[in-house]
Nanobody, 121 residues
Framework: QVQVMESGGGVVQPGGSLRLSCAAS????????MGWYRQAPGKEREFVAS???????DYANSVKGRFTVSRDNARNTMDLQMNRLKYDDTAVYYC???????????????WGRGTQVTVSS
């Protein structure tokens, strides 16, 4: 069982910046891809960004050029630097961690409880 915890949420004005962090407990078989997702009120959860253990990053079109994802493999942590925040970025942000298993074709998935980001003037 891997524990996942997000931190760094808060209230920020439009155009401002915020940095989220995700920390995962140690895994016996190693952590593969780590990702950020978000869910706004009344909407489905959506992909924001992800980064593999080889540091290959992917972003949703809505955040490209504004958000940057990074990770520290030694500490099992991932950060999301969010710049030029917009009202539409308001959501609960969740961290998802994919963990290797003894089956090379299967990964276990773990989620944090989320952290609230509110963009408001």
């Amino acid at each position: 069982q891997v524990q996942v915890m997000e931190s760094g949420g808060g209230v920020v004005q439009p155009g401002g910046s915020l940095r989220l962090s995700c920390a995962a407990s140690k895994s016996r078989f190693g952590i593969n891809t780590m990702g950020w997702y978000r869910q706004a009120p009344g909407k489905e959860r959506e992909f924001v960004a992800s980064i593999t253990n080889l540091f290959s990053a992917d972003y949703a079109n809505s955040v490209k050029g504004r958000f940057t994802v990074s990770r520290d493999n030694a500490r099992n942590t991932m950060d999301l630097q969010m710049n030029r925040l917009k009202y539409d970025d308001t959501a609960v942000y969740y961290c998802k961690v994919l963990v290797a298993t003894t089956d090379p074709h299967r990964e276990d998935e773990y989620w944090g409880r989320g952290t609230q980001v509110t963009v408001s003037s």
